[in-house]
């Protein structure tokens, strides 16, 4: 069975630092990963996606995530953060053809 | 392009009312639909997946007598909570997914269901 987890449920990063999220999964076969990000109140915006081509994945908004085999994992990271990056983001696995399995999720506050 | 929207974007109702959530798919034909489930300060949670003209699959623990999906058409999926009751107030969010899409999943804006 597949599974998310997201080191971390609150996040805090200065406006300017890096921005590091934390996802690993667990897949039987080689997973479809995806960093989602949700606004309050609002539904979820795709920021980039894993679907076994380069495993280095640039997204929207300047983000970026490394899909690392030998570790499990598919970390967000974006080199510079702004105040409107402050949201929560969700990592996600899927098998193709299956559900998608969401993370808990992680709240990014951005310090000004 | 994929676009989905979901209708109403909130809505309150009464205790023991029933109450329909729609979800469209704007700009693309929808094969596959899901319907999640977010509590405050929660992650998602799948409740069913319907495909277009076949019963909804529903995921361990939800009540299909409920939770109503019919997904009629290639762009329209409804969600209907029946008798609904406070603790069925939640934010629900749709998504939809194409057979030409590959394994991405197109999501709504939700709807935030308050049950007095």
């Known amino acids: 069975a597949q599974s998310v987890t997201q080191l971390g449920s609150h996040v805090s990063v200065s406006e300017g630092a890096l921005v590091l999220l934390r996802c690993n999964y667990s897949?039987?076969?080689?997973?479809?990963l995806f960093w989602y990000v949700q606004y309050p109140n609002q539904g979820l915006q795709l920021l980039l996606k894993?679907?076994?081509?380069?495993?280095l994945v640039k997204g929207i908004n300047g983000f970026e995530a490394e899909f690392k085999k030998s570790e499990t994992s598919f970390h967000l990271t974006k080199p510079s953060a702004h105040m409107s990056d402050a949201a929560e983001y969700f990592c996600?696995?899927?098998?193709?053809?299956?559900?998608?399995?969401f993370g808990a999720g992680t709240i990014l506050r951005v310090k000004s | 392009g994929a676009v989905v929207s979901q209708h109403p974007s909130r809505v309150i109702c009464k205790s023991g009312t029933s109450v329909k959530i729609e979800c469209r798919s704007l700009?693309?034909?929808?094969?596959?639909m899901f319907w999640y489930r977010q509590f405050p300060k929660k992650s998602l949670m799948l409740m069913a997946t319907?495909?277009?003209?076949?019963?909804?699959?529903?995921e361990q623990g939800v009540e299909k007598d409920k939770f109503l999906i019919n997904h009629a058409s290639l762009t329209l999926s409804t969600l209907t909570v029946t008798s609904a009751h406070p603790e069925d107030s939640s934010f629900y969010i749709c998504s939809a997914s194409s057979s030409g899409g590959g394994v991405e999943q197109y999501f709504g804006p939700g709807t935030r269901l308050t049950v007095t």
């Open positions: 700009d693309f034909q929808a094969t596959t």
């Open positions: 996600a696995v899927t098998e193709y053809g299956n559900k998608l399995v």
């Open positions: 894993y679907t076994s081509a380069a495993t």
């Open positions: 897949s039987s076969v080689p997973p479809y």
């Open positions: 319907s495909n277009e003209g076949s019963k909804a699959t529903y």
